[in-house]
């Protein structure tokens, strides 16, 4: 079973910065994609960012491009998300996923980490 683990969340004002970890275990990693989504209080989840294990392709939702970078590290089957001029509107829960095998799916979710951005 695949279990994703994410920490960093925290409280910062308006044009601070955080980084996020996602500690991916259960399986060896191979032809998957992953990604960071978010849900804010009264609203539904969103798509953050993603990356695949394999390649450097990654793809952002427009809200957060050349603020929010994701990356990764094989070696320590982890993925980052590292956030600059975060704005009170990046104020969610955010959670890491797993598309197992590419299929267009998020099959796993972690438990998420919560993200407060003050004005």
């Known amino acids: 079973q695949v279990r994703l683990e994410e920490s960093g969340g925290g409280l910062v004002q308006a044009g601070g910065s955080l980084r996020l970890s996602c500690v991916a275990s259960g399986r060896t990693f191979g032809r998957d994609v992953m990604g960071w989504f978010r849900q804010a209080p009264g609203k539904e989840r969103e798509f953050v960012a993603s990356i695949w294990w394999l390649s450097d392709n990654t793809y952002y939702a427009d809200s957060v491009k050349e603020r929010f970078t994701i990356s990764r590290d094989n070696t320590k089957t982890s993925v980052y998300l590292q956030m600059n001029s975060l704005k009170p509107e990046d104020t969610a829960v955010y959670y890491c996923?797993?598309?197992?095998?590419?299929?267009?799916?998020?099959?796993?979710w972690g438990q998420g980490t919560q993200v407060t951005v003050s004005s």
């Open positions: 996923a797993a598309d197992i095998g590419s299929s267009g799916i998020y099959n796993y």
